[in-house]
């Protein structure tokens, strides 16, 4: 079965307000791809695709964005739901196949995103749509997917991604960044702060207007907690500080901090029952979220390019700061990532996941369980899972307190822009009240932890 050929007429609608589902109970594991519909089976295949590329969060929250947006306006050009995002054609053939348009606009989309895994993908799309059929309704989601795909596509291919990256060695002035051990690499994505938002207004829209000075007791308490818990031979670090570190690592390899968030939306979504246009709505949303939270945090992290507790510790006498001193031989549990300290991605990129889907679920109230690096852990909420994920980086000795109390608020900054103007249906009044006090809730416990 052939992909129809593409014409693109996109166009970039005004967003809309959040539509929430309902509570939920609790999940574990991923959702076995024989039972998951086409949304879900391919973002898990996306998943796998990440993996192999070894790509940097920000990259994984772009491409799974766009991949998951060609899916929901593939979705929305039949059932008309909510506003397109970048495609307005809609369907000519009544009951045009969702699925087919789902599986045709994934499958464009992830196999120019991920050239190398193409082989992945078309053994996929050989066997998915062979089930579909042949019918006109078929055929016609199979057009509407890969014109969808190929909107969203050509709306990004200007976004500034691919100019991103350049040399960016730091600076070896006291408080700067500058590249660490074993490798030394420069800082990765320097430009990433650059990019065009999916939602938010631009990359510094909710940046912090400064950060804490070397000098003060808050840097000096951040620092002693980081070189008390965070060294590699910490006697006070427990067993379960350990295994929260492990867990979030997510690093190079694995389907990194924004993939969590997915296997997290996936299995809620298959607890709840979700509908395709459930879900295509879900992963549109978080995957805009975690996107945009990618290009805010970055450019927190190089507008003040703040150093590394690594490089901090060993220069600990050189800071002017009479509650901090040098630690020869200090070296943090976990290889020190080669960007800058302050905001921790992962405490922005989880953050703005819990509040996306909090705000789509109606909840922050979620139990849930999920697998990771071997281990199983479970919450009670969302924004727990967000609050753990970066305090583990506390505990693995790559960021300070204020980098991950910062994440977390810049990261629901940008969740609830997302919620407030992303790929969902109108809400009810009551709804928008509720997600305005979770988010209020959450930042208020953010400016409590930083006034202590």
Known sequence: MQLAPLDWHGRFDT???????????GLLGLVPLATADEATFWNQLALKAIEQAGQAPPMVARNLAIASIAQADAVNSISGVFPSYAYSGSAQVSGASKEAAVAAAAYQSLSVLFPNQKSMFDAAWAS???????TAQVQEGIRLGAESAQAILVMRATDGAASANYVFNGSNDIG??????????PGVLPGWGNVTPFVIQAGAQFRPATILQLTSDQYADAYNEVATYGAINSSLRTSDMTQTVDFWAANAGTVTPPGMWNQIAANVGSQQGNSLEDNVRMFGMLNAALADAGIAGWDTKYAYSMWRPETAIANGDLDGNNGTSGINGWAPYMITPNHPT?????STFSSAGA?????FFGTDQVQFSLESAGYTRSFDSLFAAAEEAGQSRIYGGIHFQFDNQMGLSLGSQVGAAVAQNGLTPTPEPATIAGLGLAVGALLRRRKSKNSR
């Open 355 to 359: 509040t996306v889907l909090a705000s």
């Open 342 to 346: 302050c905001v921790s991605g992962h």
């Open 15 to 25: 967003l809309v307000l959040v539509k929430i589902a309902f509570a939920l109970i």
């Open 176 to 185: 700067s960044w500058r590249p660490t051990g074993p490798a030394f690499k």
């Open 128 to 134: 998915r749509s062979a089930t579909f059929g042949s």
